[in-house]
């Protein structure tokens, strides 16, 4: 069975929007009227970033015997990897990595499904592009999607994005959904900052719970003090007067082990982290302390200082997962 594109819109998870493209099937997190402002800020440069496919699968019910596809990468970070997760009955039973040598690569994968009739869940990489070509269900009787039991929608930068989890399922944004049994939906971008200019409040994406991570960047690139609040506070009074009903969680900046060295007009860092989320507060929402989430230890860190590893991660999102319970 290859599967035609309404087949494969039904089994996706993590997009607002999906299209054929020479053939290959395509997909966004970020409306319309969110990517046309991506093409404008910063000149554009963010743009690319917005159609990596972060927390993206497919989830599905179905007898089949494997799974294959042709994928084509196209760059969507500042990373030069990308990795598929493969899950039956939600244990992981394949991985697959490459490094990126290219602007565009392509290739094929096919998993293996043990015999009978089990939910198989493929997650796409959280760092790249990725189009999809002839989906086959071998030998398929039955093809139903997986329903969630939640919806999760996730704003803030590189950390929620996935940067740098090797095995994408595993990123503290997908740990959590996978906790939840919830949908996701990552509108994180590597390298963004407070700005409530990207909240789009015709945003076709009702959930349950909405976290937000924004403020590292915030305090190495802002350039006063006074700028540094008024975006966030901007952030705060704008995604609290559009889900007025949700319950928004707020997570302050974790540790980064580079505050000595980095520049910031902000002043000291750990004292901006409190102060966010003390106003996060301010505005009605519940505050995860993010000093609370992560070791101060170079080895959790796949860059030493601030992006977690997949060591990293399994402690932030089990630190996280027992604060949102709280």
């Known amino acids: 069975m290859i599967l035609n594109e309404k087949q494969l819109s039904a089994i996706l998870t993590g997009a607002l929007c999906t299209w054929t493209e020479d053939g290959a099937f395509r997909m966004s997190r970020f409306t319309e009227e969110q990517l046309r402002y991506y093409a404008q800020k910063n000149g554009g440069e963010l743009l690319k970033k917005a159609y990596a496919t972060a927390s993206m699968t497919l989830d599905f019910i179905t007898d089949a015997d494997a799974l294959s596809f042709d994928w084509w990468m196209r760059e969507a970070s500042s990373r030069r990897f990308y990795h598929f997760d493969f899950y039956v009955d939600g244990v992981m039973y394949d991985h697959y990595d490459a490094m990126r040598t290219e602007a565009e690569y392509r290739g094929h994968a096919r998993f293996a499904i043990p015999a009978g ?38 704003l803030g930068d590189s950390i929620t994005q996935g940067y740098d989890a090797i095995y994408p399922s595993l990123s503290y944004a997908n740990r959590i959904a996978s906790r939840m049994d919830a949908d996701v939906l990552n509108q994180a971008i590597g390298s963004e900052i407070f700005d409530s200019a990207i909240l789009d409040e015709a945003l076709p994406y009702e959930a349950d719970l909405i976290v937000i991570a924004y403020g590292t960047n915030d305090w190495a690139r802002c350039e006063s003090r006074e700028a540094f609040f008024a975006g966030a506070s901007a952030f705060l009074a704008r995604v609290r007067e559009l889900y007025p009903k949700t319950r928004i969680v707020y997570v302050s900046p974790i540790f980064r082990g580079d505050t000595a060295t980095q520049a910031s007009r902000v002043g000291d860092f750990f004292e901006a982290a409190a102060a966010l989320g003390a106003l996060a507060k301010q505005y009605g929402l519940d505050v995860i302390d993010g000093m609370t989430l992560m070791p101060r230890l170079s080895a959790f860190y796949s860059d030493l200082t601030l992006h977690p590893n997949d060591l990293g991660f399994s402690v932030y999102a089990e630190n996280l997962w027992r604060a949102l319970g709280e």
Request: positive net charge.
């Open 117 to 154: 009739t089990h939910r198989v869940t493929l997650y796409l990489p959280n760092l790249m592009a990725t189009s999809l070509r002839n989906v086959t269900l071998e030998n398929a009787t039955v093809l139903t999607p997986y329903q969630r039991s939640k919806r999760i929608y996730f």
